[in-house]
């Protein structure tokens, strides 16, 4: 289990994380969603021991990151930017890995050339971005982390090597009972394979629920009335209309609101779930940015 308890850090002056809280449960895959500038790298550069936190604590099982080596061994780590040696090539970065990652699987590397079909003495350097992010995950995945960290992972890959990588680490997930931090605002794509969703703004996390629980809490209704109700029993976060239809988004068990959307005797009424990119949007503000689709 990875835990920040009331993470801190300023940069210059600027929070970037402010007294944070995050648990991300072993054996999933959890989803780290915000908007640009919400925190998400800062606490992610926290919880693989690049950053120390000026207050608070991050541990992996209950033991401090920031230097230990035992725990960071247990810790793959995919960033948005690819690092690798000067020159060095996927063969040279493979004999580095080994070196520092005690359950490095040079048969599982053999056997990831047939889905990684890079030229393995080619400076990383020189290769395409898309091709870089291959790289970085074939070494990854070798380590056989008990965490695996992912800063925007599939950013420059084509589809068909998205849902290959996907594969991989969801296997690893059911198999190994590896644990996976993503952060990505590739929302719908998160939507398919996260267990739970943690949303982050300005710093802190607003919410953290399994996806499913966080989808059930949220619904869409489309009715029309022929006279104006009292919406007061409904804690609704956007109200919208278009001609006669009149569309709520309400915060509540699906149930709960349909029972008193009935009791408003309504024309008709529909209810419709709402997909994780929405449930971010309307948790995050809905009604500005629905002001702004609508100018743009």
């Not at 919400?38 to 604590?57: A, Q, V």
């Not at 493979?94 to 490095?104: L, M, Q, S, T, V």
């Not at 919410?207 to 022929?226: A, G, H, P, W, Y």
């Not at 809905?286 to 743009?296: E, I, K, M, S, T």
């Amino acid at each position: 289990m990875i835990k920040a308890e009331a993470v801190t850090k300023t940069f210059d002056g600027f929070k970037a994380l402010d007294s944070l809280t995050l648990t991300v449960p072993t054996g999933g895959i959890y989803g780290l969603v915000g908007p640009n500038g919400s925190g998400k790298s800062t606490i992610i550069r926290h919880i693989t021991g690049i950053y120390r936190p000026d207050s608070g604590s991050i541990t992996v099982d209950g033991k401090p990151v920031y230097e230990n080596p035992g725990v960071k061994a247990r810790i793959a780590y995919i960033s948005d930017d690819i690092y690798a040696f000067l020159s060095s090539s996927l063969k040279d970065m493979r004999d580095f890995y080994k070196g520092i990652y005690p359950a490095f699987d040079t048969q599982r590397y053999e056997t990831l050339k047939e889905v990684f079909p890079l030229d393995e003495k080619k400076a990383i350097r020189h290769l395409s971005k898309g091709m870089q992010k291959q790289a970085a995950f074939w070494l990854a995945v070798c380590c056989r982390p008990d965490y695996l960290v992912l800063d925007e992972p599939v950013d420059g890959l084509d589809p068909v090597m998205r849902r290959k990588v996907w594969g991989i680490i969801m296997n690893d997930v059911a198999e190994r009972g590896t644990t996976v931090l993503v952060s990505s605002h590739n929302l719908r794509e998160l939507e398919d394979v996260c267990d739970h969703v943690g949303i982050i703004d300005h710093g802190k996390v607003l919410i953290e629920r399994s996806l499913s629980e966080l989808q059930d809490n949220m619904v869409k209704v489309q009715t029309v009335f022929e006279e104006e109700p009292d919406l007061s029993s409904l804690d609704i976060l956007h109200d919208s209309s278009v001609g006669k239809v009149r569309t709520l988004i309400v915060r509540g068990r699906q149930d709960e609101i349909a029972k008193k959307i009935s009791c408003l005797s309504p024309v008709f009424f529909d209810l419709l779930p709402l997909s994780l990119e929405e449930i971010f949007i309307y948790e995050l503000g809905g009604a500005d940015y629905d002001f702004q689709d609508r100018v743009l």
